[in-house]
């Protein structure tokens, strides 16, 4: 008993008559001091047990979620006695709703726990854990008007008890240690959310910088848990069609990983239809659901039984994204109960936009990376399936395959020269079948890019609404009949070259996006809405006078300024008469092997005429009039010329104001028309004389007037 106890009757127990007025005032003061848990505990420890000798003082905060008190701390004031603080404070918390209950039916004042109640309770069974033969509990519940705020519990042993002084100390003194741990947890309280507030603006600024799933590990276990406590996350996908599930990234530290059924469940796909799933899609919140309550549904996924086999009792479920735009969840498992308290949920739903924009991030950066790997792949293996192509193309068409000694062409090697060694931008004009492609080759062939891919695109071949998708690829599901990602030419051509033929019938909204990519170097194929570097070198070609049609606004003047980099002219055969006869002879001996005889050239008329010829087709017509040579000859020597007859019927109607680059176009088309007897598609007609497609051409003589009216 204390000294207080022991001079005192207890039938004149009275807290003012036990302490005098200064040492009230002694005491308040220091209870207006208190500022911190520390505090509070020393004075518990100290002062209220010189006042009551106990074996332990216990300080419990109400929980308005849980309606339970939860342990404050303990004053350890005989640390050498033994005491199970552990089971005492569990079983406080048990006990809170009957504690309270008993507390109200009193009404006393200072909202005392009295030893009677105390042992009615025992008797209505409670307290069953704790054995209470030597023991008295007693306290004093800790309130602001309507306001709960803890529960003060003292242990005495019952040989020292004495019921009026304890309980009317405490009643005195209730209301002071009430203000002092409303302010320490108000305190607190400020303190958490100050430091939440930091946190989370690290956790949302570390979010945004992610990498890969090994940062977004780092962030949950590392800064998230210092924010609330768990066991594990988990975090998942939804299929496209959103009827499943699957896990995507998984805690290291995931106490489930040795559990016999792991392997086997992180491989399977759930249905977002189960109602932990449905329910935070429907609702758009965190939701926590009970495993133990979970494991009574027999339709339960195999992970609840793994994550209940590890003790594991609550789960808190947040679907990741927007309402109809859902890609993931999160998934927070605990073996506490009570640990997602209302705070908590506030934590999660702080971070749910970080989670997301964090999630879509890793998604896109992989399915960029997977791209990538694609392309990579794609391209390899377009490489080792062309190595012999490649290696057949730079003999087939080595320097000699340009054909020629005099002046004009010479002017073309020399171009050639000096410009395939660089990167710059090449265009080459000429007339159809003038060898337009063969110097794109053979400028590429000469450049630093030669062992990788020159890609060729036919810009007048191309549906319009196909040719932006042609050039830079599009996404599956980006238009109708995208059944599949496909690979634009520029990537295909990405490291070496892009040949662009007749460069000049490219609509103009695609000519804006074209020139949008040799600015920027990256292109975005269609449907996609992420940017793809490129590094590819150009070589456009036309037929066209390209600054005329800049003049005619039928050619974007910065695109062109763009492409006329290097232009190389090359000269049609007409202006080249004196290179017929070596290309006569290249001919020849290039069909004849191929056919399969033996001719040793031409006559001195066949090629008297061939240089009297204007030869509107160019060097390609002439190759084709020698192949049919060959193919009509009935001896070693061609001795027929095959040309057209000059004076077949002329043209119908022509138009009367023409530029001299049309006039030339229409009348180039008009000979080789001709000499096909009228024939535009098919083999030996006009369209494959002319290297262009029959579409193409029956555009050409729409556009030119030209009606067809020749025959064999």
């Known amino acids: 008993m204390s000294k207080v106890e022991e001079r005192v009757p207890e039938k004149h127990l009275d807290a003012a008559s036990l302490l005098t007025r200064d040492s009230m005032i002694h005491l308040s003061q220091l209870l207006a001091t208190i500022r911190t848990k520390e505090e509070l505990q020393l004075f518990v420890r100290n002062q209220l047990f010189s006042l009551v000798s106990f074996k332990e003082g216990l300080v419990c905060i109400f929980d308005k979620t849980t309606e339970n008190y939860n342990p404050f701390f303990a004053s350890h004031s005989f640390e050498q006695l033994s005491f199970d603080e552990q089971l005492w404070h569990a079983t406080l918390a048990r006990e809170s709703k009957a504690i309270n209950e008993a507390v109200d039916?009193?009404?006393?004042?200072?909202?005392?726990?009295?030893?009677?109640?105390?042992?009615?309770?025992?008797?209505?069974?409670?307290?069953?854990?704790?054995?209470?033969?030597?023991?008295?509990?007693?306290?004093?519940?800790?309130?602001?008007?309507?306001?709960?705020?803890?529960?003060?519990?003292?242990?005495?042993?019952?040989?020292?008890?004495?019921?009026?002084?304890?309980?009317?100390?405490?009643?005195?003194?209730?209301?002071?240690?009430?203000?002092?741990?409303?302010?320490?947890?108000?305190?607190?309280?400020?303190?958490?959310?100050?430091?939440?507030?930091?946190?989370?603006?690290?956790?949302?600024?570390?979010?945004?910088?992610?990498?890969?799933s090994g940062d977004f590990l780092d962030i949950v276990n590392l800064k998230l848990k210092k924010?609330?406590?768990?066991?594990?996350?988990?975090?998942?996908?939804?299929?496209?069609?959103?009827?499943?599930?699957?896990?995507?990234?998984?805690?290291?530290?995931?106490?489930?990983?040795?559990?016999?059924?792991?392997?086997?469940?992180?491989?399977?796909?759930?249905?977002?239809?189960?109602?932990?799933?449905?329910?935070?899609?429907?609702?758009?919140?965190?939701?926590?659901?009970?495993?133990?309550?979970?494991?009574?549904?027999?339709?339960?996924?195999?992970?609840?039984?793994?994550?209940?086999?590890?003790?594991?009792?609550e789960m808190a479920v947040l679907a990741l994204g927007t309402e109809g735009s859902?890609?993931?969840?999160?998934?927070?498992?605990?073996?506490?109960?009570?640990?997602?308290?209302?705070?908590?949920?506030?934590?999660?739903?702080?971070?749910?936009?970080?989670?997301?924009?964090?999630?879509?991030?890793?998604?896109?950066?992989?399915?960029?990376?997977?791209?990538?790997?694609?392309?990579?792949?794609?391209?390899?293996?377009?490489?080792?399936?062309?190595?012999?192509?490649?290696?057949?193309?730079?003999?087939?068409?080595?320097?000699?395959?340009?054909?020629?000694?005099?002046?004009?062409?010479?002017?073309?090697f020399n171009a050639i020269g000096q410009v395939a060694s660089s990167d710059s931008t090449v265009l080459i004009a000429g007339e159809t079948g003038t060898g337009k492609e063969l110097i794109a080759k053979e400028i590429h062939?000469?450049?630093?890019?030669?062992?990788?891919?020159?890609?060729?695109?036919?810009?007048?071949?191309?549906?319009?609404?196909?040719?932006?998708?042609?050039?830079?690829?599009?996404?599956?599901?980006?238009?109708?009949?995208?059944?599949?990602?496909?690979?634009?030419?520029?990537?295909?051509?990405?490291?070496?070259?892009?040949?662009?033929?007749?460069?000049?019938?490219?609509?103009?909204?695609?000519?804006?996006?074209?020139?949008?990519?040799?600015?920027?170097?990256?292109?975005?194929?269609?449907?996609?809405?992420?940017?793809?570097?490129?590094?590819?070198?150009?070589?456009?070609?036309?037929?066209?006078?390209l600054l005329h049609e800049v003049t005619a606004g039928n050619f974007r003047a910065d695109l062109y300024y763009r492409l006329n980099v290097f232009p190389i002219n090359v000269p049609p055969l007409r202006e080249r008469k004196e290179d017929i006869p070596i290309l006569v002879e290249h001919f020849l001996d290039k069909h004849a092997k191929k056919i399969g005889k033996k001719l040793v050239g031409v006559s001195r008329e066949v090629l008297r005429k061939f240089r009297d010829y204007d030869w509107p087709g160019n060097v390609r017509e002439l190759e084709h009039v020698i192949e049919r040579g060959i193919l009509m000859a009935s001896q070693a020597l061609i001795t027929e010329a095959y040309l057209p007859d000059r004076h077949l019927d002329k043209i119908v109607s022509q138009p009367s104001e023409l530029s001299s680059t049309l006039t030339h176009e229409m009348h180039q088309i008009t000979q080789v028309l001709r000499s096909c007897g009228g024939k535009v598609s098919g083999p030996g007609g006009a369209a494959e004389l002319l290297g262009i497609p029959p579409s193409t051409l029956f555009s050409k003589l729409k556009r030119l007037g030209i009606k067809r009216n020749y025959a064999l």
């Open 326 to 412: 859902y890609t993931g969840f999160i998934q927070f498992w605990t073996r506490v109960e009570g640990t997602f308290s209302p705070s908590c949920l506030d934590i999660i739903r702080s971070v749910s936009q970080q989670l997301a924009i964090a999630l879509s991030n890793l998604l896109a950066k992989d399915k960029i990376a997977e791209q990538l790997a694609e392309i990579e792949l794609y391209k390899r293996k377009l490489e080792e399936q062309n190595i012999s192509l490649q290696e057949e193309l730079s003999a087939q068409y080595r320097y000699s395959e340009i054909v020629g000694e005099g002046k004009a062409i010479k002017s073309v």
């Open 227 to 313: 924010l609330f406590d768990f066991s594990h996350s988990v975090l998942s996908l939804i299929t496209e069609d959103g009827k499943y599930l699957y896990p995507y990234i998984f805690d290291p530290k995931n106490p489930n990983i040795s559990h016999r059924l792991y392997e086997g469940a992180i491989k399977l796909k759930f249905s977002t239809n189960y109602h932990i799933f449905k329910e935070p899609l429907d609702t758009g919140d965190v939701l926590v659901y009970s495993v133990d309550e979970l494991m009574k549904d027999k339709d339960a996924p195999v992970f609840i039984k793994i994550n209940h086999d590890n003790k594991m009792k």
């Open 105 to 212: 039916r009193s009404e006393l004042q200072g909202n005392l726990f009295t030893f009677n109640m105390f042992e009615q309770l025992v008797v209505d069974g409670h307290f069953a854990e704790i054995s209470m033969d030597h023991l008295v509990l007693v306290g004093c519940r800790l309130q602001m008007g309507d306001h709960l705020v803890g529960l003060l519990c003292l242990v005495l042993n019952k040989s020292q008890y004495h019921a009026s002084y304890a309980e009317k100390m405490l009643a005195w003194i209730s209301g002071h240690l009430t203000t002092v741990l409303a302010n320490i947890l108000a305190a607190e309280q400020l303190q958490r959310r100050e430091y939440e507030q930091r946190a989370l603006l690290a956790i949302s600024n570390d979010f945004a910088a992610i990498k890969n």
């Open 445 to 545: 062939n000469r450049s630093k890019r030669s062992a990788k891919l020159m890609v060729k695109i036919n810009c007048a071949a191309i549906p319009l609404n196909l040719i932006e998708s042609e050039l830079f690829g599009h996404e599956k599901g980006s238009f109708t009949g995208a059944g599949e990602r496909k690979l634009g030419k520029f990537e295909l051509a990405n490291g070496g070259t892009l040949f662009l033929d007749e460069v000049g019938e490219m609509p103009m909204e695609v000519q804006s996006k074209l020139l949008r990519v040799l600015q920027e170097r990256e292109i975005e194929r269609v449907g996609a809405n992420f940017p793809i570097p490129i590094d590819v070198r150009i070589i456009a070609a036309t037929n066209r006078n």
